[in-house]
Nanobody
Framework: QVQLVESGGGLVQAGGSLRLSCAASGRIFSINTMGWYRQAPGKQRDLVAHITSGGSTNYADSVKGRFTISGDPAKNTVYLQMNSLKPEDTAVYYC??????????????WGKGTLVTVSS
């Protein structure tokens, strides 16, 4: 079993900052990538940012220059620092990880999500 647990969501005013964390635990052999997706009401789930085990990062155009993804491989944890937040960033943020288990199964795992609300 593998679990992803997110934390750090909440309510913030426009222009403010939040930091999301996601910790992976369980029968993990290795983690290839970790990332964040978000889903606003009535919309599809979209990639926000992801980071590879080698440290390469990728961002959605809408968050470039405002959000920063980072990882702590020793803790199997990924962070998303969100600055200059806008009301349109309001969404449920989901952690995603592509993990190879101890049984050598490679699978995508998802957290349960954490709500970020940005007020204008």
């Amino acid at each position: 079993q593998v679990q992803l647990v997110e934390s750090g969501g909440g309510l913030v005013q426009a222009g403010g900052s939040l930091r999301l964390s996601c910790a992976a635990s369980g029968r993990i052999f290795s983690i290839n990538t970790m990332g964040w997706y978000r889903q606003a009401p009535g919309k599809q789930r979209d990639l926000v940012a992801h980071i590879t085990s080698g440290g390469s990062t990728n961002y959605a155009d809408s968050v470039k220059g405002r959000f920063t993804i980072s990882g702590d491989p020793a803790k199997n944890t990924v962070y998303l620092q969100m600055n200059s937040l806008k009301p349109e960033d309001t969404a449920v943020y989901y952690c995603n990880a592509h993990i190879v288990t101890l049984e050598y199964y490679a699978m995508d795992y998802w957290g349960k999500g954490t709500l970020v609300t940005v007020s204008s």
